[in-house]
């Protein structure tokens, strides 16, 4: 499955943005629909991973309350909005497909997902 993700850009302190990611083909039931991000220096982090089949969703401790990710099943694509940006939150911003039997646990271990997109950079000044 290829992925694009989109929607990155610079913002202030404080702003919002959102992040779209539209795989290449319909997005199964059984699948989780991660976003990850790999700030400059630093290596790639888990930010979110949501279920396709009922929208369940692990956050990074660091993004609750700011971040919600969401899907759209009648456009095939998986959103992530920002709000409340920092510096911090500056990176490249990853999203991911992990096929998973049915019930299993939504990961944050990059190595258990299938396949990658390409990023978009976001970028947050002070």
């Known amino acids: 499955v290829q992925l694009q993700a989109s929607g990155g850009g610079l913002v202030q302190a404080g702003g919002s943005l959102r992040l779209s990611c539209a795989p290449s083909?319909?997005?199964?039931?059984?699948?989780?629909i991660g976003w990850f991000r790999q700030p400059p220096g630093q290596e790639r982090q888990f930010v979110v991973a949501i279920t396709w089949r009922e929208g369940k969703t692990k956050y990074l401790d660091s993004v609750k309350g700011r971040f919600t990710s969401s899907r759209d099943t009648t456009k095939n694509t998986v959103y992530l909005q920002m709000n409340g940006l920092k510096p911090e939150d500056t990176a490249v911003y990853y999203c991911a497909i992990r096929r998973s039997p049915r019930a299993t646990p939504l990961s944050s271990n990059a190595y258990l997902w299938n396949d990658w997109g390409q990023g978009t950079l976001v970028t947050v000044s002070s």
């Open positions: 083909e319909s997005i199964l039931s059984n699948y989780h």
